[in-house]
């Protein structure tokens, strides 16, 4: 068999029939669907709430909220009807801002707004660009359950009505993507970022990625309201890279019914897990902060022992805003809960390398990368290959030649089961 990858950069490998126990991807049965239709009956009929243009009043300062360039959410067909549906109740544009959830990711070129939101939307309407790193820009929002305090850009706090347009998907830390997650991490500091995120620290296994009620999400959910989030609208993705269903309303009520949606779609059901598993990060590859979802996909159809090629591109590298991934890489679980108790770790950094660091326990990584150095690749702790061919020789001369493979395309929103 003759494998494809998703990107220009690597040439396809050849793998032997034998050795393939099976080939998956994301199931194509949304193709025919009307996207902009889908989007205009979610706003219609709303989950949980009220219509939005009757839930806004003209004199209210709004601010939507959407995801940034590290997710493909289809913003550029749901923004234009979601500031049109908030117009059409009065509000003028002067009143109206788009903000830009970054979290923790660098901010984004004009050209990049541009695409991923429309040029029409960019030249008309304000848009805030935050700088996470910029502790003024932030403000108190009251404390969490958790008795830690909630700090939110000040854009939000100051806004009458707030709405989130964003993508639901499954998440390795927070269950599933979208939600009130638009606002935490998207709109919140470093601080309480990095308190969510090391909650997974706490949680059972197999209780965080693809389990909606997770205690990472609890406290996303506790913060969005909080925060004064008081409308979503979240498409799922189909196989076919089109949108699979769309569902707007209240945070929470319309996000469980999102998730639902997303576990069937996301869902692969495997024959058996294999000794080597291939795959990409495809679309989550701008930096293997973001590939690490593909990864994690893909060690949901490894033998424990086994062996997982990552094909990503990764221009940005391992992380335009996180050096630590390659200072000192996915050490030892307990290194990493050391560092942070001695302050020499960032909480959501060392979220990412705890969950990092259970899936190298669990089996060996050979990273096929155009982004990152041989030497930043071993750093972090994983094996490193020119291409996937090399790559797959390596793993074969391991397991021997009847190994078996699974193949996964486009990993990143997957749900691996048996």
Not at 242 to 251: C, D, L, Q
Not at 354 to 382: E, N, P, Q
Request: hydrophobic share 40%; charged share 25%; proline share 4%.
């Amino acid at each position: 068999m003759i494998h494809h990858f998703p990107y220009k950069e690597f040439d396809p490998i050849e793998i032997p029939e034998k050795n393939i126990s099976g080939f998956y991807t994301l199931s194509d049965n949304q193709k025919f669907v009307d996207e902009s239709e889908l989007i205009k009956n979610a706003l219609e009929n709303p989950i949980g709430s009220s219509r939005l243009c009757k839930m806004v009043k003209p004199d209210m300062k709004i601010v939507v909220v959407v995801d940034d360039n590290s997710r493909n959410t289809r913003t550029d067909l749901m923004l234009p009807m979601v500031l049109a549906e908030v117009e059409k109740a009065g509000v003028k544009r002067e009143n109206l801002t788009v903000f830009i959830a970054l979290g923790t990711h660098r901010k984004m070129t004009e050209n990049e707004i541009a695409e991923k939101y429309t040029a029409a939307i960019a030249d008309n309407y304000r848009f805030v660009n935050p700088d996470w790193k910029n502790s003024l820009e932030y403000g108190l929002a009251g404390y969490s359950s958790s008795n830690f305090p909630i700090k939110i850009h000040k854009e939000i706090l100051n806004s009458d009505f707030v709405i989130g347009v964003g993508q639901t998907i499954p998440h390795m830390i927070a269950g599933f993507g979208g939600g009130c997650k638009i606002i935490n991490p998207g709109c919140a500091d470093g601080e309480t970022i990095g308190y969510m995120h090391w909650l997974c620290s706490e949680a059972e296994d197999g209780k965080l990625f693809a389990v909606r009620d997770n205690p990472v999400r609890q406290v996303i959910d506790e913060v969005g309201i909080k925060a004064g989030l008081k409308f979503i609208i979240n498409e799922v993705p189909g196989g076919s890279g089109k949108i699979g269903g769309v569902f707007a309303g209240n945070p929470i009520e319309a996000h469980r019914q999102a998730c639902e949606f997303a576990k069937k779609t996301c869902q692969v059901k495997l024959k058996e897990k294999t000794d080597i598993v291939i795959a990409d990060s495809y679309p989550a590859d701008m930096d293997f902060w973001q590939a690490l979802k593909g990864l994690n996909a893909a060690y949901g159809a490894v033998k424990d022992g086994g062996t997982v090629i990552l094909v990503s591109t990764c221009p940005e590298g391992t992380s335009s805003q996180h050096s630590t991934l390659t200072d000192i890489g996915y050490i030892a679980v307990e290194k990493i809960k050391l560092m942070l108790e001695a302050g020499k770790l960032d909480k959501a950094v060392a979220a990412n390398l705890f969950l990092g660091r259970k899936l190298i326990d669990k089996a060996d990584t050979i990273l096929v990368t155009k982004g990152i150095s041989k030497g930043d690749t071993l750093s972090m702790g994983f094996g490193w290959a020119e291409n996937p061919e090399s790559a797959l020789k390596e793993a074969m001369k391991k397991h021997g030649e009847d190994a078996k493979i699974n193949i996964l395309y486009k990993a990143s929103k997957m749900v691996c089961v048996l």
